[in-house]
Nanobody, 125 residues
Framework: QVQLVESGGGLVQAGGSLKLSCTAS????????MGWYRQPPGKQRESIAT???????HYADSAKGRFAISRDNSKNTAYLQIDNLRPEDKGVYYC???????????????????WGEGTQVTVSS
């Protein structure tokens, strides 16, 4: 009853930029920490950045400088700005969030981690 949907991926030339979006919907009582992850072809999923509900951010060392995470709590949406894209940035980008979901009366039930299905980013050289 809670969904995360990523969007904004696509084919971009090296040096270009993309802004990915991740929107949560459903029986949400509270949208807590959100994060972006990516899985390059043939490799394991890796963390890029996380952001708390208050806007505090944390970046993986490999992501510092070209990636920027942000969120708009009024839209239940997190963003990932990627600048100066490189061919090695290719992969599926996933969003995850810790969400306090509620029942049909709006009463909070529990906190659960949700994942989106991902959005593909391809960078041409």
């Amino acid at each position: 009853q809670v969904q995360l949907v990523e969007s904004g991926g696509g084919l971009v030339q090296a040096g270009g930029s993309l802004k990915l979006s991740c929107t949560a919907s459903g029986k949400i009582f509270n949208l807590n920490d959100m994060g972006w992850y990516r899985q390059p072809p043939g490799k394991q999923r890796e963390s890029i950045a996380t952001i708390t509900s208050g806007g505090k951010t944390h970046y993986a060392d490999s992501a510092k400088g070209r990636f920027a995470i942000s969120r708009d709590n009024s839209k239940n949406t997190a963003y990932l700005q990627i600048d100066n894209l490189r061919p090695e940035d290719k992969g599926v980008y996933y969003c995850a969030a810790d969400i306090t979901y509620s029942d049909i009366t709006g009463t909070p039930v529990a906190v659960k981690e949700y994942w989106g299905e991902g959005t593909q980013v391809t960078v041409s050289s």
